[in-house]
């Protein structure tokens, strides 16, 4: 039976989803976070999913992205970054803009365009692998595994976002010492069954999240551990904490911001270093692996251009006997199923990914996905093996349009002035 693959409609629905008051070294999370749910249709009535950012400047760039779209083959996954190229030079206004800094490393436009071709790249994928009976994972060479491997990732918080500030109510208290990091930890076994443990670090001075990784180390001997401020450090603190901490860290992450200063404490200390800031496109890799800067590159699918360019990573990383795993920021359901599926194919994952998953009490799915002893079971259902809610769908573009524009930018440090007003963003190092 011959199918008709040619795209006939895109869809975006901007959305707002709950997000609880996790802390970073650039402030907190706002109670809602933008992402962007994409829908490709084809000429047979199948229909795609995909998620990526939903940042204002992402949707500037999604828009042309779809409407040239049409009249496409949903096969055509290289043509995807064509497409990128053409919309780049109409879009000149946007990608004229590099904002240096913030949590997802150097915002490039390179980086942005790539983001928001993640979004219909698996779109595309899981239409593509809906019309022929795949489950993505096929369409992606095969899976090595039945089951995908993440950590819990553990943040500081408060119990509640500030007094005044409109949010849903979440179930897991504070934490801002090692007490209540190590709490955090149990619930996150007990809830998921999560066997290694992340803990966003850069919060609070250096020796207080020492102690919590000791507190970790104590309460979970054996168990991975790592420890990421996210460039919060000098090269002379990264290096103070990697002896204090070395014989419990599977890596530390993100110590000291960039590719020389990681490279001065790779150079100084045993412990290896992970990155999702300073290698975060194919042009930072030769500095970096030529340097030694960093023993394991954290793939997000999302700036890296999507599921095919992450499985090409793992391949660079592979020749230069560089680790590779995946951190993510926070996401629904489409982007863990398509966190998984690539995952299950990368044959040397040797560290369990990270996912903000359980953070997000809400999704767009008809089912969520689980984590079972740690672990999301390979879907082989065909395409992503997700269901879309529209009821939910619908919800959640609601409180977008409703939003008075405050929070369709993921902005923590705006969102830890209204605790705290004379906040600032710190300037890197911060200790
Ligand atoms: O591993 C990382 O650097 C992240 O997960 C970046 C995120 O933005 C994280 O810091 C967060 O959600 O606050
Ligand atoms: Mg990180």
Same mark, same amino acid.
């Given at each position: ?20 008051? !996790? ?9 809602? *976070? ?6 490709? #249709? ?6 795609? /999913?995909?998620?990526? %950012? ?66 219909? #790249? ?13 489950? /993505? ?12 491997? %993440? ?5 500081? &918080?408060?119990? $509640? ?38 803990? &966003?670090? =850069? ?27 996210? =460039? ?8 103070? /904490?990697?002896?204090?901490? =070395? +014989?419990?860290?599977?890596?530390? @992450?993100?110590?000291?911001? =960039? *590719? ?10 045993? /412990? ?11 042009? #930072?890799?030769? #500095? ?30 592979? *020749? ?41 009490? @809400? ?11 740690? &672990? ?30 405050? !929070?369709? $930018?993921? $902005? ?7 605790? +705290? ?11």
């Amino acid at each position: 039976m011959t199918r008709d693959l040619t795209i006939t409609a895109v869809h975006l629905t901007p959305i707002l989803v709950a997000d609880p008051p !996790l802390l970073n070294t650039q402030g907190v999370h706002q109670p809602y *976070t933008p992402r962007l749910i994409v829908e490709v #249709e084809t000429a047979d009535g199948v229909t795609g /999913v995909g998620e990526t %950012y939903g940042d204002a400047k992402y949707l500037e760039l999604a828009r042309p992205f779809a409407a040239k779209l049409v009249g496409r083959q949903v096969s055509d996954l290289n043509g995807l970054f064509t497409l990128a190229d053409e919309v780049a030079v109409d879009s000149s206004r946007v990608f004229g803009q590099v904002d240096v800094g913030g949590l997802r490393g150097v915002q490039t436009a390179d980086k942005l365009r790539l983001s928001v071709v993640s979004g219909f #790249e698996v779109a595309c994928l899981d239409a593509l692998g809906k019309a022929l009976g795949l489950p /993505v994972h096929a369409l992606l060479g095969g899976k090595v595994r039945d089951a995908v491997e %993440y950590s819990a990732y553990l943040f500081y &918080k408060w119990a $509640d976002h500030p007094e005044g500030v409109a949010s849903e109510k979440d179930d897991w208290g504070a934490a801002v010492d090692p007490a209540g990091v190590v709490a955090q930890a149990r619930a996150f076994t007990e809830r998921y069954g999560f066997t290694s443990f992340k803990l &966003k670090g =850069g919060v609070f001075p250096p020796e207080e999240e020492i102690a919590a990784v000791k507190a970790l180390a104590e309460a979970f001997p054996g168990h991975p551990l790592r420890l990421d401020p996210n =460039g919060a450090w000098s090269v002379e603190t990264s290096l103070k /904490v990697a002896a204090e901490l =070395g +014989d419990v860290l599977e890596y530390l @992450e993100d110590p000291a911001l =960039g *590719t020389p200063a990681m490279a001065e404490v790779a150079a100084k200390t045993g /412990v290896p270093l992970a990155t999702n800031m300073c290698v975060t496109t194919f042009a #930072e890799i030769q #500095e970096a692996f030529t340097k030694g800067a960093v023993q394991v590159v954290l793939s997000d699918h999302h700036y890296w251009g999507g599921l095919r360019n992450t499985q090409q990573l793992a391949a660079v990383c592979r *020749t230069f006997g560089v680790g590779v795993s995946m951190h993510s920021n926070t996401h629904l359901g489409i982007s863990l199923a398509a966190m998984t599926h690539v995952a299950a194919t990368v044959p040397d994952l040797h560290h369990a990914c990270d996912s903000h998953y359980p953070w997000q009490s @809400e999704d767009v799915l008809t089912e969520r996905l689980a984590f079972d002893g740690g &672990k999301v079971a390979v879907s082989d259902a065909p395409g992503l093996g997700v269901a879309l809610d529209r009821e939910r769908l619908a919800f959640l573009h609601r409180r977008w349009l409703d939003d008075d524009g405050t !929070l369709r $930018d993921r $902005d923590d440090a705006a969102a830890m002035r209204v605790a +705290d007003p004379e906040w600032v963003t710190p300037s890197v190092p911060r200790w």
